[in-house]
């Protein structure tokens, strides 16, 4: 079996007394797009700036491709990092930021830069300080790439982004790691769990600077239910299965519950959860999971 593209192992990294990230263990394998969600706060950022070498944790262990994350030619030639505020020089275009990649990147593919940004209709020769939001996302997308980097580490990189924009930059993301055969490995920082679930086959979700979920988004639905039935005392359920959240009425229990093994009781209606119900029942967000789609037992809601 190949080496995982991202392991972290006991990861803790603190600002003076404020800690960042604790005993942060996760592993993305290659050719995966890894959604890394969480509140803010949570250490996302600080988590992608560690795999970027750019700061250093004060405990436990990190490697990319098998590398300790360092500031050197050789890794940083392998690593696509894009900071949410995407850096670009706003009286330049995007041929010269092209041309500029080419004397600064070995592996540099000007051609494949021009040819995503040619047919997203993304001028090449007009200064970037004039392109809308997503037009200036796509350069700043399209030039990371042409790095050829075998690890791409994106940090909130749609958040500013209308609807249309956020769908054409996901596109060209899924693409690009279509087209590398497997060898490219995404790890993208996102509140946007509606968009993260229609491109990302991997997950990471932190919560209280600590790791709450680590593993391929199937799998990990797969393990999780919702669970409806009449209000009741819930101890002979928690023997075998672990309540993620619970949301209880005078009347009714919706459980998001990660299984043990069979739910038997015969009195709760079992449903499938999606990723935006799992993500919010662990972060424990402000109200309750989006449990619509469910049905009612015993009364309306």
Request: hydrophobic letters at 45%.
């Amino acid at each position: 079996m190949s080496l995982p593209a991202i392991k972290t192992h006991c990861l803790t990294k603190r600002y003076r007394k404020v800690i960042a990230l604790q005993d942060c263990s996760v592993t993305v394998p290659e050719g995966r797009i890894c959604a890394l969600v969480g509140p803010n706060g949570a250490g996302k950022t600080t988590l992608l700036r560690v795999l970027a070498g750019l700061v250093r944790p004060v405990a436990g262990s990190v490697a990319v491709l098998g590398a300790v994350p360092r500031q050197s030619p050789d890794f940083l030639a392998s690593i696509g990092y894009l900071a949410q505020n995407m850096p670009l020089y706003r009286r330049l275009s995007a041929e010269d930021h092209i041309r500029a990649g080419a004397h600064m990147n070995a592996n540099w593919d000007a051609a494949s830069a021009r040819d995503r940004l040619n047919r997203l209709d993304v001028p090449l020769n007009r200064a970037v300080g004039t392109l809308s939001g997503g037009q200036h996302a796509q350069v700043a997308l399209a030039l990371t790439l042409a790095k050829r980097p075998r690890v791409l580490l994106l940090d909130e990189p749609v958040a500013a982004l209308d609807p249309l924009a956020r769908r054409q930059f996901l596109g060209t993301l899924t693409a690009a790691v279509a087209d590398s055969g497997g060898e490219l490995t995404v790890m993208l920082s996102s509140h946007l769990v509606g968009d993260l679930e229609r491109v990302c086959d991997h997950l990471v979700l932190l919560a209280a600077s600590r790791v709450q979920l680590c593993g391929d988004t199937d799998d990990l639905l797969a393990t999780h239910k919702i669970l409806v039935g009449a209000r009741k005392d819930t101890s002979a359920l928690e023997r075998t299965h672990t309540i993620v959240h619970a949301e209880r009425t005078a009347r009714q229990d919706t459980l998001l519950v990660r299984l043990g093994g069979p739910v038997i009781d015969p009195g709760y209606e079992i449903a499938d959860v999606s990723l935006e119900e799992l993500v919010l029942g662990y972060m424990g967000a402000g109200g309750p999971p989006a449990y619509a789609h469910l049905t009612a037992i015993g009364e309306d809601r």
